[in-house]
């Protein structure tokens, strides 16, 4: 089985650009997680779906952020515009919701804001 | 509220034992651990459950004191493959979130 995919894998812009990151989670898991990872702040999550719906978007660091989920099977978080603050992993999780809610991550998009 | 892992950094001789704590101020409801290597994303390791047993994996097992809201990770006789950076997750009851620590670094030396 597929795990998670991600895309672009690394992404280098100059401040000001827009930058699209892409998740395909694991077919029939209807949970989907957005995490940003750096040295400072470690692992935080960013906004999760649940059946392709956010539900908690406290962790979108400001209005340049954004995340879609158009259907079960692609996520998108998008940032405009950039800045060199954003630069970090970013990493897209999934999860078959229930009781145990194990999450699954993609192998991260490495975004360098220059 | 962030789950505190300690300690910071750990390192080992091959074939020592290590233990990596995760304490929550907050009731919880699960203790998920992931390993992660340089560069590499985090990887499912296990999952505790409130009123669960303590679980196994390889040389790798851990426990979840629910008075204490606190899990341990410990390593048996470590091996290089082990090395990396743990975290702990950790999910309150009704809410499907994890909350992740900052992490524990793990160097094992042959």
């Known amino acids: 089985d597929a795990g998670v995919i991600q895309s672009p894998r690394h992404e280098v812009t100059e401040m000001g650009q827009e930058v699209t990151l892409r998740c395909k989670p694991i077919s029939g898991h209807n949970s989907l997680f957005w995490y940003r990872q750096t040295m400072m702040r470690g692992l935080e999550l960013l906004i999760y779906?649940?059946?392709?719906?956010?539900?908690?978007d406290s962790g979108m660091p400001e209005d340049r952020f954004s995340a879609k989920m158009p259907n079960a099977s692609f996520s998108t978080l998008k940032i405009q515009p950039s800045e060199p603050r954003d630069s970090a992993v970013y990493f897209c999780a999934s999860s078959l919701s229930g009781s145990t809610d194990t999450q699954y991550f993609g192998p991260g998009t490495r975004l360098t804001v220059l | 509220q962030q789950p505190v892992q300690s300690p910071q950094a750990v390192i080992l001789r091959e074939g020592e034992d290590a233990v990596i704590n995760c304490s929550s101020s907050?009731?919880?409801?699960?203790v998920h651990w992931y390993r992660q290597k340089h560069g590499e994303a985090p990887v499912f390791l296990m999952i505790?459950?409130?009123?669960?047993e303590q679980k196994g994996h390889e040389k790798i097992s851990a426990s979840f004191n629910e008075k204490k809201q606190q899990s341990s990770l410990y390593l048996t006789a470590s091996q290089l493959s082990y090395s990396g950076t743990y975290f702990c997750g950790t999910r309150k009851e009704g809410a499907q979130k994890l909350v992740f620590g900052q992490g524990t670094r793990l160097t094992i030396n042959p």
């Open positions: 907050k009731a919880l409801y699960s």
């Open positions: 779906f649940n059946n392709n719906v956010p539900i908690d």
């Open positions: 505790l459950l409130k009123g669960g």
